[in-house]
């Protein structure tokens, strides 16, 4: 199986793939390099003892596109040169306090780049997908621990860009319940 790993050199990305690749998964990983570093992939392919495939070879079992979700033709380029069978979008711009900066960046990059992504999936019908949201979706909340249905209730730009994608993602389910869609809600990751 071929999972596509958006974001796939950041923090929680690299990790994804190590586990993935571990599993015995073929991993693509799509990542514009804006919030992170090409040689965290180079250190996944060291634990795994694997090499990290620059050329887009398709029986690779490791391979890298540096390349922008908010660009179309980056994305459909990955999916016309690779067989995806799934997706874990992480990409995404991820400070709260920049948000709140340059809201719009964060719409046109979370939210225009995701809308992208998924519309990408559907043409190539990979309608697999898990992403990456944040627990920012639930505000401030007044009683600890949150629970999974507790009200969703953003106070900024990168909260209200995670919720507009959940809300996307469950509309795409509303029309097609042939998707297999998961939304992680977690807090800081380490």
Same mark, same amino acid.
């Given at each position: 199986?071929?999972?596509?790993?958006?974001?796939?050199?950041?923090? !929680?990305? =690299?990790?994804?793939?190590?586990?993935?690749?571990?599993?015995?998964?073929?991993?693509?990983? $799509?990542?514009?390099? =804006?919030? /992170?570093?090409?040689?965290?992939?180079? #250190?996944?392919?060291? !634990?795994?003892?694997?090499?990290? #495939?620059?050329? $887009? *070879?398709?029986?690779?079992?490791?391979?890298?596109?540096?390349?922008?979700?908010?660009?179309?033709?980056?994305?459909?380029?990955?999916?016309?040169?690779?067989?995806?069978?799934?997706?874990?979008? $992480?990409?995404?711009?991820?400070?709260?306090?920049? /948000?709140?900066?340059?809201? *719009?960046?964060?719409?046109?990059?979370?939210?225009?780049? /995701?809308?992208?992504?998924?519309?990408?999936?559907?043409?190539?019908?990979?309608? /697999?997908?898990?992403?990456?949201?944040?627990?920012?979706?639930?505000?401030?909340?007044?009683?600890?621990?949150?629970?999974?249905?507790?009200?969703?209730?953003?106070?900024?730009?990168?909260?209200? =860009?995670?919720?507009?994608?959940?809300?996307?993602?469950?509309?795409?389910? =509303?029309? *097609?319940?042939?998707?297999? !869609?998961?939304?992680?809600?977690?807090?800081?990751?380490?």
């Amino acid at each position: 199986m071929n999972i596509l790993v958006t974001g796939g050199a950041g923090f !929680i990305g =690299s990790h994804v793939c190590v586990e993935l690749l571990t599993l015995g998964y073929c991993v693509i990983v $799509l990542d514009n390099l =804006s919030n /992170s570093n090409i040689n965290s992939l180079h #250190n996944v392919a060291k !634990i795994v003892n694997i090499n990290l #495939n620059f050329n $887009l *070879d398709k029986h690779n079992k490791f391979t890298f596109f540096e390349s922008d979700i908010t660009k179309i033709e980056h994305i459909e380029n990955v999916f016309s040169s690779q067989k995806i069978d799934a997706v874990i979008h $992480l990409a995404g711009l991820k400070s709260v306090k920049e /948000s709140v900066e340059n809201p *719009d960046q964060y719409y046109v990059n979370n939210v225009n780049g /995701s809308i992208n992504l998924f519309n990408t999936m559907r043409r190539f019908n990979c309608k /697999s997908i898990i992403f990456s949201s944040s627990a920012t979706v639930y505000g401030d909340p007044h009683i600890l621990p949150i629970k999974e249905d507790f009200p969703l209730f953003v106070t900024n730009p990168y909260g209200r =860009s995670k919720l507009m994608i959940e809300e996307f993602l469950r509309d795409i389910f =509303s029309g *097609d319940d042939s998707w297999n !869609i998961a939304l992680l809600r977690y807090f800081n990751p380490i």
